[in-house]
């Protein structure tokens, strides 16, 4: 099979397992429909996320065990599913049937396809990990700009309960039909193997060869590089979340018209999305590791100046915030392959991918807890630009582990 149609499957599936991103548009609504705290409504972010993450180790051992295809489909059919049961929320009027439907049928579902899209591009794209990972990803971050106007078209002539239930159909189309064509390389003879004489890995990081080394979860879970890229993975991506459950909020805040605040969600998703190619290109120039210094640094520096930027320069900052947030997804992901190998990459990179729900309440909660006790949200992104900074420090301490510990 061509590899490029992999790729191509992956991103598609992408596209619908982003419907979070675009979150906020039902946050509005749903509270002044039910009459529903902020609190309650941005609980099935976080519980979305959370599931999400949690769900990624054990889907990354079903995913290396009985292969994609399966796990992807089975992920695919329980988001679609989520969102059709969700739209029942008018004869059961509560949060938590959301955080039920929408946070965990959705968010584990989410997990299951999300685990097969990254290890799958990073084996049949060895030569160029960051930007087959990049490709795939970039489809989540393009979500928003597709899902987030249907979804604000749909509230408005369907209700919330409708828009729930088409959105669930259509998720059902992108997720599971694309999931039928996922699967690993054939053989290590196969074009576009990891071991394909044709697919060479070639250098990464620091003009070093990718290490030989191919370790399972408990021998990753022995090493400090793994602890190091867990706290920074969960510091950067509660900064996204900062950003994504409070930046519309923040601009309307700012006495921006709410519909030009909630373009700055779109423009970070799309930001995250279209910088990843760039992002591709600096770490094969200067390696995976000097290309995060860069992003962590940058984005420490984007998250100080929101506070005491103009509105027109506030959406430059979202943009670039964005592309920082994007760069991640792709980095990290291929840097787990790099240091503990692609045998088990998908359980590997899923204990990584925990620290997403540590994110989901760090990130979201204290943006909140802010804003309750101060009543603005400057510091928030105050604490965000120190979070990036925690992070470039940690990052001056990451080696690539040279054996598989005993």
Not at 33 to 54: H, P, Q
Not at 316 to 331: D, E, R
Request: aromatic content about 14%; proline content about 6%; overall charge neutral.
């Amino acid at each position: 099979m061509n590899r490029y149609v992999i790729l191509l499957a992956g991103f598609t599936m992408m596209l619908g397992l982003g419907i979070i991103t675009s979150w906020s548009v039902f946050v509005r609504p749903l509270m002044t429909e039910f009459g529903w705290s902020a609190t309650d409504v941005t609980l099935v972010f976080t519980v979305y996320y959370a599931t999400f993450a949690l769900t990624m180790p054990f889907a990354g051992h079903l995913q290396d065990r009985f292969g994609p295809r399966k796990v992807a489909v089975t992920g695919g059919l329980l988001v679609g599913s989520g969102f059709i049961l969700a739209s029942l929320i008018d004869t059961i009027p509560s949060p938590l049937w959301l955080y039920a439907t929408y946070g965990l049928i959705t968010g584990s579902g989410c997990g299951l396809a999300y685990s097969v899209s990254s290890p799958v591009a990073v084996k049949w794209f060895p030569e160029k990990q960051e930007f087959a990972v990049g490709i795939v990803v970039m489809g989540f971050g393009m979500s928003a700009l597709i899902f987030a106007p249907l979804e604000r078209y749909l509230i408005d002539h369907v209700g919330i309960s409708g828009a729930l239930l088409y959105i669930g159909f259509l998720l059902l189309l992108l997720t599971v039909v694309p999931s039928f064509i996922l699967r690993n390389p054939d053989s290590p003879d196969s074009p576009g193997s990891p071991d394909s004489p044709d697919n060479t890995v070639q250098t990464l990081t620091d003009g070093e060869s990718e290490t030989d080394t191919e370790m399972g979860p408990r021998e990753v879970i022995k090493t400090k590089q793994f602890y190091i890229l867990w706290m920074n993975f969960c510091l950067m991506i509660s900064i996204g979340f900062i950003v994504l459950s409070h930046i519309a909020a923040y601009a309307e805040l700012r006495g921006i018209s709410p519909y030009l605040a909630a373009l700055t969600s779109s423009i970070f998703g799309v930001s995250n999305a279209f910088g990843r190619p760039g992002i591709y290109l600096l770490s094969r120039k200067f390696g995976i590791e000097r290309t995060m210094l860069l992003v962590f640094a940058s984005q420490a520096v984007f998250m100080f100046l929101i506070p005491y930027s103009g509105n027109a320069a506030l959406f430059v900052l979202i943009a670039f915030a964005g592309i920082m947030y994007g760069a991640n997804l792709s980095l990290f992901p291929a840097l787990v392959a790099e240091y503990f190998g692609k045998t088990n990459l998908g359980a590997n990179y899923g204990l990584v991918f925990t620290a997403v729900a540590a994110a989901a309440l760090l990130g979201p909660l204290s943006g909140s807890i802010i804003f309750d006790v101060i009543g603005g949200y400057d510091r928030a992104f105050l604490l965000a630009a120190v979070m990036a900074g925690i992070a470039l420090f940690l990052e001056f301490f990451l080696r690539k582990p040279p054996v598989a510990p005993n």
